[in-house]
């Protein structure tokens, strides 16, 4: 009778691996190149040393942060100067003394700030740290997962190696995409998350230079409707004290309903070439572990999109009553609503690496239901509605926005007289 092992029998005990994604990879490494021995572990983890620098949790961020300054500073990045600082100054006062008399959430600005785009990097990267950290642990968890628990055992100090690379992997990938966005955002608000210290209302202003110079507009003018944005984002986030968590919970959902592609991850491995430690770097970084999107992640997703456009949807009424007395406010409207739709490579390299849409895709859907409400039940009605999450629109009423609340009757006010002459006739009706 034949010794081989049985498709589908108990895992060879010379190869643990036998019958998952990584027979593949770890069968190269077996010594002397026979199938079914154990592969040459140490071999592969000296391979590896010169991948591995000591870090703490799932992600690399030293690596991170560091790259991520080298991307920005690949362009000229200027020190704000006191003109600059002056001048943002000036308009976020002036902004929020604008927004005082459109919204009754109070100001929730202590300071204005202009900020080079290295000092975005380093001012809003810790919260950046717990978007990330939450899908890069599930990610560099899925590879120990699919294996059985033999394979585990065996194969303890090389799984916790790659964990190491893929973290270090992921925060190049990071680092990647904090410089390149940096150097395309204007103000600490830019995307729609609550990224820089709370009360700071900050504007990158060699961003904002730029992106004046490409239309026919003053750069005074793009820097006040910039500060109203950023003024108003201030508000909103200060005043409404459950949606920091409330945006942050969702991305925490997305990455628990994380799965891997196991099939998927076995027919790159047999493509690796394993004495070459680079190559299995670059199949890393190139999506070898990208996780499979589930009904839980899709409806994660589809929560935090709604909320990103519920925020810049308010932002945008808001601003739009705010700035009406400037002239040009109707083309910095329109200007700002085509570069969100548009987006840009930053946001694609971010959106690539963790799967999450940074851009709102129904701005003007909501945009047009906060007006809605504010021009049925006044700005007091429309900002009700943040006082707690279950009162929010959903994707749904985006669908139909003219419809939101449709049902609700604003109640009548009356005078003192009117009150009383109603009062008389209620209380004559039931006498007769």
């Given at each position: 009778m034949s010794n081989e092992p049985i498709p589908g029998d108990s895992p060879d005990p010379n190869n643990p691996f036998k019958g998952t994604p990584f027979e593949q990879l770890f069968a190269s490494f077996a010594s002397g190149g026979g199938a079914g021995q154990m592969p040459d572990l140490s071999g592969l983890m000296a391979q590896f040393q010169g991948l591995m620098k000591p870090y703490d949790g799932p992600v690399n961020w030293t690596l991170a942060h560091?790259?991520?300054?080298?991307v920005a500073a690949a362009s000229p990045d200027p020190t704000p100067g006191r003109a600059d600082r002056d001048r943002v100054n000036d308009s976020v006062r002036l902004a929020d003394h604008w927004l005082d008399s459109e919204t009754p959430l109070p100001s929730a600005v202590t300071v204005g700030a202009a900020w080079s785009r290295a000092e975005w990097i380093e001012e809003t990267l810790p919260v950046w740290q717990k978007l990330v950290a939450p899908i890069a642990t599930k990610v560099n968890s899925a590879m120990s997962e699919a294996l059985p628990e033999e394979a585990k055992a065996m194969a303890g100090p090389l799984l916790g190696m790659f964990g190491k690379v893929g973290g270090s992997v992921f925060?190049?990938?990071?680092?990647?995409?904090?410089?390149?966005?940096a150097g395309d955002v204007l103000t600490a608000s830019d995307i729609g998350l609550p990224l820089g210290p709370a009360g700071q209302a900050a504007l990158v202003t060699s961003n904002i230079t730029a992106f004046a110079d490409g239309l026919d507009v003053s750069e005074e003018d793009v820097v006040l409707y910039l500060a109203l944005r950023e003024c108003a984002h201030q508000r909103l986030f200060?005043?409404?004290?459950?949606?920091?968590a409330h945006l942050l919970s969702a991305v925490e959902a997305y990455a628990a309903g994380m799965t891997m592609d196991l099939s998927g991850i076995e027919s790159a491995m047999r493509d690796i070439d394993p004495s070459n430690p680079q190559a299995i770097q670059d199949a890393m970084a190139g999506g070898l572990f990208e996780p499979q999107q589930t009904p839980q992640q899709t409806a994660a997703l589809q929560r935090l999109e709604t909320t990103l456009a519920l925020v810049e949807g308010w932002v945008d009424d808001v601003v739009g009553q705010?700035?009406?007395?400037?002239?040009?406010?109707?083309?910095?409207?329109?200007?700002?609503?085509?570069?969100r739709a548009a987006g840009g490579p930053a946001e694609q390299t971010f959106g690539a690496l963790v799967g999450l849409e940074l851009r709102p895709r129904r701005l003007r859907d909501a945009a047009?239901?906060?007006?809605?409400?504010?021009?049925?039940?006044?700005?007091?009605?429309?900002?009700a509605v943040w006082a707690h999450p279950d009162l929010l629109p959903t994707a749904a009423d985006l669908d139909d926005p003219l419809?939101?609340?449709?049902?609700?009757?604003?109640?009548t006010t009356l005078t003192d007289?009117?009150?009383?002459?109603?009062?008389?006739?209620?209380?004559?009706?039931?006498?007769?």
């Open positions: 560091d790259l991520a300054r080298q925060g190049a990938q990071v680092g990647q995409g904090l410089g390149t966005l200060g005043h409404v004290p459950w949606l920091r705010a700035a009406s007395r400037m002239p040009s406010a109707p083309k910095l409207q329109e200007a700002i609503r085509r570069r047009t239901l906060w007006g809605s409400l504010r021009s049925r039940f006044g700005a007091d009605g429309r900002e419809g939101f609340r449709a049902d609700v009757v604003e109640p007289e009117e009150f009383d002459r109603a009062l008389n006739d209620l209380l004559d009706s039931e006498g007769e």
